[in-house]
Each structure stands twice: as C-alpha cells, then as structure tokens.
Nanobody, 122 residues
Framework: QVQLLESGGGLVQAGGSLRLSCAASGRTFSMYGMGWFRQAPGKEREFVAA????????FYADSVKGRFTISRDNAKNTVYLQMNSLKPEDTAVYYC???????????????WGQGTQVTVSS
C-alpha cells in the first residue's frame, strides 16, 4: 500500500507557473506508475499526465501538452508536475495517483492523494 500527499497548489495569475509535488510513503515507490488528474467544479475528474515507473515514458492530455511536465525522483519517493503558461481553465483540484506496475488510468485500481487546489485568475 502507498500513501500520497500532494503539495504546491495555490493561486496564480494566467500565464504564471506552479510546481506540484506528490510525496509517497513506503519503500516500493519505483514499482508504481504515477499520474496526475484534476477535477474542476461541476466537471468529472480528468487525466492530466502520467509517468512510467522508471520515468522513461511520459503521457499528457492534449490540453496540457507543451505546457506541463511530469517528472519523478525515485530516490525521494516524489513525483512532480511543473505547470507553465497556466490558463483559467486549468483551475481545479489536482490529484496524484499511483498504480502498481502500470500507468494510472481513470478507472484503474489506483491509490489517490487528497488533492491540492490550483486556481488560475484571469
């Protein structure tokens, strides 16, 4: 089992940047594919980005491609989401997810963090 704790959310103006972090408990972090999802008010949760266990493969939603970068540091049990050129439509609660031996998906058997709020003002 793994526990996830996100941090780094906040209020930023459009065009600004934020970096989210997700710290995982346990000694087996490198066995988990990691991902970020988000949920805006009144909308369903959606996929944002994911990274393979080694970090060699990354995946992005079209809406964030070229603006967001996912990375991980297995020595620190942490996954990051660097968000640049933020837009008001990026406003949401961002959730970290972990999936054993695979990439987290919307309907997969994931572990979830509690979420961190990102608000982008226009």
């Amino acid at each position: 089992q793994v526990q996830l704790l996100e941090s780094g959310g906040g209020l930023v103006q459009a065009g600004g940047s934020l970096r989210l972090s997700c710290a995982a408990s346990g000694r087996t972090f490198s066995m988990y594919g990691m991902g970020w999802f988000r949920q805006a008010p009144g909308k369903e949760r959606e996929f944002v980005a994911a990274i393979s266990r080694s970090g060699s493969s990354t995946f992005y939603a079209d809406s964030v491609k070229g603006r967001f970068t996912i990375s991980r540091d297995n020595a620190k049990n942490t996954v990051y989401l660097q968000m640049n050129s933020l837009k008001p439509e990026d406003t949401a609660v961002y959730y970290c997810a972990a999936a054993l031996a695979t990439i987290p998906t919307q309907t997969g058997s994931n572990y979830w963090g509690q979420g961190t709020q990102v608000t982008v003002s226009s």
